[in-house]
T-cell receptor, first 116, second 108 residues
């Protein structure tokens, strides 16, 4: 499978614990994005990387959240001191930039987080 | 005002019906537009890009009206397998801004 992969697919944790998610983008894609989706809403942008550089972070990304893409390939998203409000689906997407036509982001299956 | 607004539905239609979804966006500087489809508890998948000239892909037709900041999706001859949530998406300086989605349920 050459699509975007994410691990784990599901995570249940207790409030106050730290969690880390991993995303492996499509191999030739240089851009990687993180989004968060809650029930009944569309995905919301969190942050994105071009190669290893983090180019933008949303105001949704509090200081408890950190994302890395150290070698410009896979990325990790860590949430420290989780809160119940962090419960959501965390989606990763990748794209190739620049794209001659409209740049398309392809999504992974997501990591579903439940904070108890 | 939300950046991308859609009617949440649900739209309940019989097989074979034609159904249209509309979407408005607030940033007049937006350059790229898309419709994504999302099945229950799955990731969004690109359905089609939306171009100013309008574009068609089989039973699906997308239209963009930049002056009115309005995007539409028309589905002809609905199939049971079209049941899903349809997300209107605007590319805003490299990040995607999603509407909350419109739910479609196609019944026999």
């Amino acid at each position: 499978d050459t699509g975007v992969s994410q691990n784990p697919r599901h995570k249940i944790t207790k409030r106050g614990q730290n969690v880390t998610f991993r995303c492996d983008p499509i191999s030739e894609h240089n851009r990687l994005y993180w989004y968060r989706q809650t029930l009944g809403q569309g995905p919301e942008f969190l942050t994105y990387f071009q190669n290893e550089a983090q180019l933008e972070k949303s105001r949704l990304l509090s200081d408890r959240f950190s994302a890395e893409r150290p070698k410009g390939s896979f990325s990790t998203l860590e949430i420290q001191r989780t809160e119940q409000g962090d419960s959501a689906m965390y989606l990763c997407a990748s794209s190739f930039h620049p794209e001659p036509d409209q740049e398309t982001q392809y999504f992974g299956p997501g990591t579903r987080l439940l904070v108890l | 005002r939300k950046e991308v607004e859609q009617d949440p539905g649900p739209f309940n239609v019989p097989e074979g019906a034609t159904v249209a979804f509309n979407c408005t966006y607030s940033n007049s500087a937006s350059q790229s537009f898309f419709w994504y489809r999302q099945d229950c508890r799955k990731e969004p998948k690109l359905l089609m890009s939306v171009y100013s000239s309008g574009n068609e892909d089989g039973r699906f037709t997308a239209q963009l009206n930049r002056a009115s900041q309005y995007i539409s999706l028309l589905i002809r001859d609905s199939k049971l397998s079209d049941s899903a949530t349809y997300l209107c998406v605007v590319n805003d300086y490299n990040k995607l801004i999603f509407g909350a989605g419109t739910r479609l349920a196609v019944h026999p």
